[in-house]
Every structure is written in structure tokens, then in C-alpha cells.
């Protein structure tokens, strides 16, 4: 022991990664207490159906995030080894295959919605609101499969950062005013909507920020 020093560059460097991931879990957070606020104006039914879809969506994405731990070292170990072609190759399958997930994940969704609500016990109100939340949010799906593949390759190669501003406007900037905007229509049915858009908006700035990976990081090798 006496001969263990803390190396303070590696320990800034493990924490130049890790701070937007601990950042991006508490927003989640942030997210739902905010999105609760938002759905108990309606009922607490509406509240019960996020809830609901929390525990669901979790089957879907957890497929794809467990891709997304497993890629993370294959595309650092080729960016170190400067192997550009294995490099775009290990994102580009995850990518796809990350879509085809959420995309069989939201025709799921379409497809037998009640199926999912009725192990809940679902009653007839929350079929009512859960069935159309569960489609629309779900619209999203691909979307997000595509921004969280991209997100791996951000915290690969060390651009973890460009993760966490992709979660804080998505959920933060975006999602919850949203769908507090679209609360004041009056139906709770729109409220879900604020997730696609969010997705959209999450979208475009994983292809902004991937471009720019591509061209200071990935090109020059």
C-alpha cells in the first residue's frame, strides 16, 4: 500500500468520462418527476399509464443499451489501434442493429399496446390513455436507438460530453416543456407527443455532433 499513489491526470481523465454519465442518469430523474407534475393535472390514471410504459420500455431498451456497453470498448480499442474501417464498421452494425430493436419494439407497441397494459391489470380508463401513449411515445423508438448507438461512440472516444448535452436538451430543453406546453390543449393524449418531438431534436444533434466526431477524430486516421 505503501507504494499506491493516486495518479491525479488518470483520475481527472476517468472523471472527464464518467461526469456526464452520472449527469445523464439524474436527469432521467429530473425528467420524471417533472413529467409526474406535469400528467397528475389529469389524473393520477395518467400518472399510472408513464409509469406503466417506464417498466415497459425498459424491456426494449435494455437490448440496446447492453449493445451499447459492448461496443463502447470495440470502438476505443480500434480508434487506439488507428483502425478506421473496423472502427466504422462496429458502429455502423450496432447502429443498425440498435434500430431494428426499438423499430420491432415500437410495432410492438402498435400492434398489441392493450397486451402490454393488461398485465398491469389495466382498467378500461387506463386502456383509454394507455393505449394511445404507448403508440405515440413509442413513434420515437427508432429514433432513440439510433442517438444512444451514436452516444457510444461519443463516450468511446472520449466525447462522453456530447452524450450528456444530448440528454439535457432532449429531456430538459425539449421534452418537459413540451409537454407542458402541450398540456395547456387540455387533453392528456397530446402530452405524449412532447416525446417524439424530443426525439427528433435528440436526432439531430447526434448526426451534428457525429459529423463532427467524424471529421476532427475518425477522418484523420
Do not use: C
Amino acid at each position: 500500500l505503501s507504494h499506491i499513489r493516486f495518479h491525479w491526470d488518470t483520475v481527472k481523465e476517468i472523471y472527464r468520462v464518467g461526469i456526464p454519465s452520472i449527469v445523464m442518469m439524474s436527469i432521467s430523474s429530473i425528467m420524471n418527476f417533472g413529467l409526474n407534475q406535469i400528467l397528475i393535472v389529469f389524473s393520477t390514471t395518467a400518472t399510472a399509464v408513464f409509469g406503466v410504459y417506464f417498466k415497459l420500455q425498459s424491456f426494449i431498451f435494455m437490448p440496446v443499451f447492453g449493445l451499447n456497453n459492448g461496443v463502447v470498448p470495440i470502438v476505443a480499442y480500434n480508434f487506439g489501434a488507428r483502425k478506421k474501417d473496423r472502427l466504422l464498421e462496429a458502429s455502423r452494425l450496432s447502429t443498425r442493429y440498435a434500430v431494428m430493436i426499438m423499430t420491432v419494439g415500437m410495432l410492438l407497441f402498435w400492434v398489441i399496446p392493450n397486451v402490454f397494459l393488461g398485465i398491469f391489470d389495466a382498467s378500461d380508463k387506463m386502456l383509454a390513455i394507455g393505449i394511445p401513449a404507448l403508440r405515440i411515445i413509442s413513434v420515437g423508438f427508432p429514433l432513440a436507438g439510433y442517438a444512444i448507438m451514436k452516444g457510444s461512440v461519443f463516450q468511446a472516444l472520449g466525447k462522453s460530453i456530447y452524450s450528456m448535452n444530448i440528454s439535457i436538451i432532449r429531456q430538459l430543453v425539449v421534452l418537459l416543456p413540451a409537454a407542458f406546453l402541450l398540456s395547456r390543449l387540455g387533453e392528456v393524449t397530446y402530452v405524449w407527443l412532447a416525446f417524439p418531438i424530443a426525439e427528433i431534436v435528440g436526432l439531430t444533434f447526434s448526426i451534428i455532433y457525429s459529423r463532427k466526431i467524424h471529421r476532427e477524430m475518425i477522418d484523420v486516421l
